[in-house]
């Protein structure tokens, strides 16, 4: 059976030319970044030059950028790291309602140790009003974090007006950047950021790696306690292969993001039009204009969202019922919820997040498919 891939919003393929410029770091050049010989300087260079490609990418400098282990790690590193490394000055935190859980929980965990957590509601569109983070700020506020691009709605952030009043304010702004980083450009002064998140593996780069850039003069604790690798920040041998893949992946973004842009727009708006089209009782998560180019998010009426993945699975067409994390668990997507889908709606959810390997043939059959399935599906519910 033909497979199709709708889902890379979860993960993308390592681009051929990310997997051959990452091969020789396996056992050729194999040293120990660290390491003062040879072996050492050859691997420190090949990461100081990834490096470069990372800082250039979004306007930053080479010392700002700190490798990681992914996303994940990157949100981690920048709540946790502040709060404890600025409380003294206060020990207010505001983010919004619909980030990834990368950020919700650190943010929990930060308010079981004494810190407050401002969760800001955003719009019916997923957009957050800046107007509501300047009204939230308090003498005790040291961090604003917001995402830039939203991994389930694609809806994108008015970062630069947040991170103008976090300025303002004299207050660390963080932006989660892992869906839009490498998809739609982003330069950190122009934005107003102090530091972003990003991840390989989203971009046609491996799993396992990923960068937080941190501005010059940031105070922050380090994540990792050990070695002196990432200045001191971020202790533990570097993931040589995983950061050449990385920076290759930035290099091949930076080249054809122009061109990707306009391919992935048609691709999602020839989707969106057809499911509006041909199926009725619909709605289109997120905002119809100010998203991804590549997120379409829709909720349909009378209908599982596990009940299309798996139909459109036993067709050979790959997607998600809300994000891949919280897939597997029965509480409705707490970023649908947040737009303020009620609880059938928000379980009644399916993303299509296309790639630069999906083509228009690809999602004329998925749409003619997907069609059939949510027929056939409303014609079994008890609720039609
Ligand atoms: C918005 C967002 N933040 C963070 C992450 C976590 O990134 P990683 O998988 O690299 O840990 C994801 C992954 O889906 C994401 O979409």
Redesign the pocket.
Known sequence: MKRIYFDY???TPADPEVVSAMLPYFSEVFGNPSSLHYFGRQANNAVESARGVAAGFIGAKSEEIIFT???????NFALKGIAYANSSKGRHIITSNI?????LESCQFLESNGFKVTYLPVQSNGILNPDEVKKSISRETILISV?H???EIGSIQQINEIGKIAQENKIYFHT????SFGHIPINVDELNIDML?A????IYGP????LLYLRKGTKIQPFLNGGSQEKKLRASTHNVPGIIGFGKAIELASKNMGKEILQLTNLRDKLINGVITNIENIKLNGDSKQRLPNNANFSIKFVEGEGMVLGLDLEGIAVSSG???TSGSLEPSHVLRAIGRTADLAHGSVRFSFGKFNTMEEVDYALEKFIKIVARLRKMSPLC
Request: charged content about 15%; some cysteine.
């Open positions: 919003a979860a993960t282990s992914g996303g994940t790690e990157s949100d980030e990834h859980h990368a950020i995402m691009a939203n991994n989660d950047a892992v869906q998140s991840s390989a593996h989203k799993k396992g790696v990923g994000s891949a994390c």
